[in-house]
């Protein structure tokens, strides 16, 4: 299998297997041992362990629905564009739409540093058709 096919099988993982479920216990398997993040709360490195204690400090009761994703990958990059929505998403009940274009570096078969610049909002709402597919792509 090739390195970007490798790349996508870990990214199928992480949301098919990990994110749709909540499945945070598998963060450290997928993640680390050091996993930079730039995201809306700054940068910073943490551990796969932190990360998983930090999803599930916050994220443990939620559900993921409506979950559509493209990864493109090259070398030991793999970008995702996806968007799904989150029900009780402020422990409440509520729930709460968000739409993103993520980057990651994946080293030695883990995930070790993305860039998510922004997420969601309450004037953007992206649909289904809207995240690239397979069938979709114009090759040339």
Not at 8 to 18: I, P
Not at 38 to 48: L, P, S, W
Not at 54 to 59: P, R
Not at 70 to 81: G, P, V
Request: negative net charge; contains cysteine; proline residues 4%.
């Amino acid at each position: 299998m090739s390195q970007e096919e490798n790349n996508k099988s870990l990214m199928r993982r992480w949301y098919d297997e990990m994110w749709t479920p909540c499945n945070f216990d598998l963060i450290p398997e997928l993640a680390g041992p050091n996993y930079t993040r730039h995201d809306m709360m700054g940068t910073r490195t943490v551990t796969g362990e932190e990360y998983r204690d930090s999803l599930k400090g916050f994220a443990s009761d939620w559900t993921i629905s409506n979950f559509h994703y493209f990864l493109m990958s090259e070398a030991n990059f793999i970008t995702s564009i996806g968007s799904w929505t989150v029900q009780n998403i402020d422990g409440q009940g509520g729930s709460g739409q968000w739409d993103w274009v993520q980057i990651f570096r994946i080293e030695d078969g883990r995930l070790v540093e993305t860039w998510l610049p922004a997420m969601g909002g309450n004037d953007v709402k992206w649909t289904a058709d809207d995240v690239p597919s397979q069938d979709r792509i114009v090759r040339l």
